[in-house]
């Protein structure tokens, strides 16, 4: 779908202006389109240029949008199917009103109504469309009601169950002055344009990304439920309703104009997969890595890093910070079945895909967290052969830790970010130049950690000689034989020596470790037990060259093996990571060893003391392998409240997922809110951390600044095995 407003064109066109060439955070999308000319029908179309919702705008005048209706399949049994088991109908009555928090009819809107050549019903509003979340457009069929935003960014507004549930369930939770604060903010009555007025139009627009198949049979209170308990679903209507009250003072800017990071992604996913018949309903976990993309072409050889870009603008008055990222990656992936059989799919049996997101603007608070609703674009894989599939990804709220910048022109050296997103693998059908959407074959749930870090033109590694860090890490490890998977966390000490050169000149650097490893394995026969060892084998550090638009420079990327130096075009033995400009953080994807394919944070050691008080957003993953279980859960915005140099409490709230292996079945992610647990909380020096309890472990380091904690967990609870990785971010206090 396009973004229609004015800003959030403009954020992302901006964007895009921005960046050129293979080395840069995003491809150039502009030439593909977001539109699907001509189509009405979302189930007969799949496009990698957009997200998940088709767009059916053609043909409108500025002032217009398109009516679609789409009930559930037991409201009109025999209409026309569309996407996620919902039925096109054309609606017995069309209404367009003003409401309040009560959801009143407060009078009707002056509008003109007519019909296209398709049938469809197209709303004309006299005075512009609505931007506000106070104007409804409301239709019946067959005594079954429905309502959508007016504002709507992409203004083919459909009226489905999705939308209902987003009228449902924000005005009605406000109360009448955050409704006048919002509708203040969006007339920009306090005579400076206030960005969060556009907060409306994206989130009516992205509630119809969401991939969540309503029941062929449902009706629209039913259909109601199945969203309320979609965890993710739910959750990210209430973050983004949150996020509209930030009023025009909340809205911020980088201090650089425009600011370029290495991404290091790491993905973990359960789900459910019948790629392949003889495999239906299986449960199957996943691991995705950030690779960097190789690109032949006439012109010769180019290069997609993974990447992240922030610019910022003045537009209208309004300090605009523009989001974009595009990060090609690679994923492993264990299928488990019904008896504990074990079936590996390694890397070389996936494509390379993409997590790439939509461009446009987010807020940056506090110079401290950056938030905004993100949505990401579909992505297609086997092109052409028997095997074309789409893959879906759901939209997810960020709210992301952001360093403060060292200066006026510099942007902040991190991005710190925990977040959740579902999707589908749909099985695509080539007809013409069209694809056509067929069976689901996956559905997958993701918990991501990410960590950006500022590049830096010409970085040296000798920036990194005499550094002492603290360092953990969490791999995944699958196999078909007496151990299928294996869970690994890594905890202790980095000491950096540049001491040497590669063959081809690269500075490298010898890696002194001391770490603690926690392991937690299902073998062959389902037994899950634990082991505990250590890491001291020396590692080698080197620079990776980054081959860009403009040459071959070195822009952070580095290189880990356990010997000699990879080249900088060559897969090294332990990962591919980055540092940021002044080498106090690095963080690496790491690619089969140690432990497997995971992520690796280091952070410089510190005289200072633990904070000894403030509340950390507490973002990240938990693994559990129970006697005839899985479960992936993700740290959902939970609060970690530091109450005194030796006490703590962690107010837990997770979405989770659970794989039943004899049942085979894999639950929809449920957002959990569970009683506060009190922790005890001990420094160990040199930045050194432990949060303990009867149940849990959270033990590691805090930055110098006191703002970031990295730790690892480790917990048995109910005889299932648990370990994760979390990082919590100081949480601006309120002023």
């Known amino acids: 779908m396009r ?326 990656y690679e994923r492993e992936a264990l299928i488990h079945q019904v008896g504990n059989n074990f079936f590996l799919r390694g890397s070389d049996q996936w494509s390379l895909n993409t997590h790439a997101s939509s461009p446009g603007a987010a807020t940056l608070l506090d110079d401290s967290r950056l938030l905004a609703g993100r949505a990401l674009y579909q992505s297609i894989t086997g092109r052409g052969t028997s095997k074309t599939i789409g893959w879906t990804r759901n939209p997810y709220y960020l709210d992301a830790y952001t360093s403060t910048p060292v200066s006026e022109t510099v942007g902040p050296d991190r991005i710190i970010s925990g977040y959740f997103s579902a999707g589908k693998a749909i099985e695509l059908e080539e007809a013409g130049d069209e694809l056509k959407r067929k069976e689901t074959v996956e559905d997958h749930y993701l918990s991501v950690l990410e960590i950006d870090l500022l590049r830096e033109p010409d970085f040296e590694l000798d920036t990194l000689n005499g550094r002492e860090l603290n360092v953990v890490y969490l791999a995944l490890q699958f196999g078909e034989g007496t151990v299928p998977v294996a869970f690994e966390s890594g905890l202790g000490t980095w000491n950096i020596a540049v001491d040497g050169a590669a063959e081809d000149g690269r500075a490298t650097a010898t890696i002194t470790q001391n770490q603690t490893i926690l392991q937690i394995q299902r073998g062959s026969s389902g037994t899950v037990s634990s082991s505990v060892d250590t890491l001291l084998t020396p590692w080698t550090l080197s620079s990776r060259t980054s081959r860009l638009s403009d040459g071959d420079k070195n822009i952070g990327r580095l290189n880990l093996d356990v010997d000699d130096a990879s080249g900088s075009f060559e897969q090294p033995d332990i990962g591919v990571g980055a540092s940021n400009p002044e080498g106090d953080m690095l963080a690496f994807n790491l690619n089969g060893s140690p432990g497997g394919d995971g992520l690796l944070i280091a952070a410089a050691e510190t005289d200072s003391p633990a904070p000894a008080s403030g509340r950390f957003r507490l973002q990240g993953v938990r693994l559990g392998l129970g006697s005839g279980s899985n479960t992936l859960a993700h740290f959902e915005n939970s609060i970690l409240t530091i109450t005194s140099g030796s006490t703590a409490t962690l107010t837990p709230r997770t979405l989770k997922v659970s794989h039943s292996v004899s049942g085979e079945t894999v639950s929809a992610p449920e957002l959990q809110e569970s009683a506060d647990i009190a922790l005890t909380y001990s420094d160990l020096n040199d930045g050194q951390v432990l949060f303990t309890n009867a149940n849990l472990n959270l033990d590691g380091f805090f930055t110098d600044d006191q703002t970031q904690f990295y730790l690892r967990l480790r917990a048995t609870q109910a005889g299932e095995e648990q370990i994760g990785l979390v990082l919590a971010t100081r949480i601006p206090e309120p002023s």
């Open 3 to 328: 973004l229609k407003s004015r800003l959030a064109f403009y954020a992302a066109f901006t964007a895009l202006i921005g960046c050129g060439g293979g080395d840069d955070a995003i491809r150039d999308v502009r030439g593909n389109p977001n539109d699907f000319a001509g189509g009405q029908n979302p189930v007969n179309d799949f496009s990698s240029a957009s997200t998940g919702d088709s767009s059916n705008s053609n043909g409108l005048a500025a002032n217009e949008v398109r009516i679609t209706m789409e009930v559930p399949g037991g409201v009109a049994p025999d209409a026309e199917l569309t996407r996620r088991n919902l039925r096109i109908v054309q609606p017995d009555r069309v209404q367009v009103y003003t409401t309040n928090t009560s959801l009143q009819n407060l009078g009707a809107v002056p509008v003109s109504m007519r019909t296209d050549d398709n049938g469809f019903t197209v709303i004309g509003f006299d005075g512009g469309q609505h931007l506000g979340p106070d104007v409804i457009i409301e239709a019946s069929y067959n005594n079954t009601v429905m309502r959508a935003l007016a504002a709507d960014a992409d203004r083919d507004v459909k009226i489905n169950p999705f939308s209902e549930y987003l009228v449902r369930n924000t005005l009605a939770e406000y109360s009448e002055s955050q409704l006048q604060g919002i509708l203040d903010c969006v007339a920009d009555a306090g005579g400076q344009l206030c960005l969060n007025k556009y907060v409306w139009s994206t989130l009516a627009d992205q509630v119809h990304d969401f991939e969540i198949d309503i029941s062929s049979d449902a009706d629209l209170e039913l259909a109601l439920t199945t969203l309320s308990d979609r965890g993710d679903f739910s959750n990210y209507v209430a973050a983004m309703a949150d996020y509209a009250l930030l009023d025009e003072t909340s809205s911020g800017k980088i201090s650089a104009s425009s600011a370029d990071y290495n991404a290091v992604f790491f993905g973990v996913e359960l789900g459910q997969t019948s790629l392949e018949s003889s495999l239906t309903n299986s449960g199957q976990w996943g691991v995705r890595l950030a690779k960097e993309e190789r690109l032949d072409d006439i012109n010769g050889v180019g290069y997609v890093y993974p990447a992240l870009t922030l610019t910022s603008f003045d537009a209208f008055n309004i300090k605009v910070t523009s989001l974009a990222s595009d990060i090609p």
